[in-house]
């Protein structure tokens, strides 16, 4: 997590994508006012905000004056890194900040939001984001139950105790439009989930009950973050202190954003996207798709080091030391065949418009007006596997989900990420 606030990390993020500006930078003076506006002296809970996008986010909210805010996550090495650089910036925060190692979607989760304050803005970044999570069912089962399973508990305790009065933010991907992988669908999914809850209907779209719905919903889907979490090129630093060869798609091109930007894009989701919309950042595919090979070069110029580039994992992992020796680096390079891999990044799936919001740097998707009738079927699979234990097959919930996602193009090719160095 810490590694997107290091002034290298940012340094490195400007040179892949090309902007030694934040994209949302205009958008962000434009609209400070409003933006103080709307978060001083309020209350504020970020879900999953341990991780890359939520911390990063967390720190854009903490220069807006909050009164308070409040992480659960259950990764609690990464609570408390986050509470150190809390602590250590210059700008101090005057306000209440708080953590807790829990998973959103569980009873203890439930309770805690039961016992506090009411929060006013609520955000949640909580999920399985990994391609390689569909390798079996039982990955693919955990990935449904974090996304959306563990989403639905969450929002319906939200709404049972009252919290998110001016807002709630639920994070998307690209990867949900038109998805191809199962973990996009899933995230499409969660999109039908959350204006399930923004509409007048049960509290829970699986187990059902009374509560008023969200007053206000909105969620974002963008592009890449370099050096999040789990990522590519966070792959690459863990990788350089190993003394282990780089390994990259050479086929593949994607629109990558520095961790600090998509932080902005996600506090800009948050207060200024209008209600019922997916934001997605104002990107050209001419001017700001990125290959990997320039970020493992931008990586390696960091370290002092130049990249040599190899076709096989042997001869790569066997020149390690004696590059090193010569100032270089060994490097990888490989053809993208791994099950459900986008041939090309989207953000408007089909039958969807993009549409203008007075933002310079983002444009929004307006949410449809209806949910699908299958989602509450869905999450009834997730939960009879993962609670009850029923035996369910990758096939079923490949079905189920479609049933949701009716766009679901899944390639299965019979190669995971897994099987790669």
Known sequence: MSLCLTPAIE????????????LFADDLANRRAELVEAVRGSRVLIAGGAGSIGSAT??????????????????????????????????????????????????????????????????????????????DALSLLRMLEVNLLGADNFMAALREHGHGARGVFTVSTDKAATPVSLMGASKRALEWL??????????????GGAAPPFQRATTARFANVAFSDGSLPWGFLQRLAK???????????????????????????????????V?????????????FRRVAEATLHEYGLRPVFYETEAEARARVLEDRRAGNYPVLVTRSDTSGEKEEEIFVAKGERAEECGLAAALVVPAPSTVPDGLGALLEVIEDACVRGRPVGKTELVAALAKVVPDLAHRETGSSLDQKM
């Open 11 to 22: 340094r490195i993020s400007s040179a892949v994508t090309g902007r030694e500006r934040s």
């Open 279 to 291: 934001l997605i950042p104002r990107l050209d595919p001419s001017r700001d798709l990125t290959g």
């Open 243 to 277: 003394d282990q060869p780089l390994a990259l798609p050479g086929d593949v091109r994607r629109y990558l954003v520095s961790p600090r930007e998509a932080g902005q894009l996600c506090l800009v989701a948050t207060l200024l996207a209008p209600d019922r919309t």
């Open 194 to 207: 959350v204006w399930a809850h923004r509409a007048p209907g049960p509290a829970s779209v699986l187990h």
């Open 58 to 135: 967390l720190l854009e909210f903490l220069d807006l004056e909050p009164a308070a805010v409040c992480v659960i996550d259950p990764n609690e090495n990464n609570l408390a890194e986050l509470l150190r650089t809390v602590r250590s910036r210059e700008a101090v925060f005057c306000g209440e900040f708080s953590v807790a190692p829990l998973d959103y979607g569980s009873p203890l989760a439930r309770r805690f939001l039961a016992e506090s304050a009411a929060f006013d803005w609520v955000l949640s970044f909580a999920a399985l984001k990994h391609v390689r999570s569909e390798r």
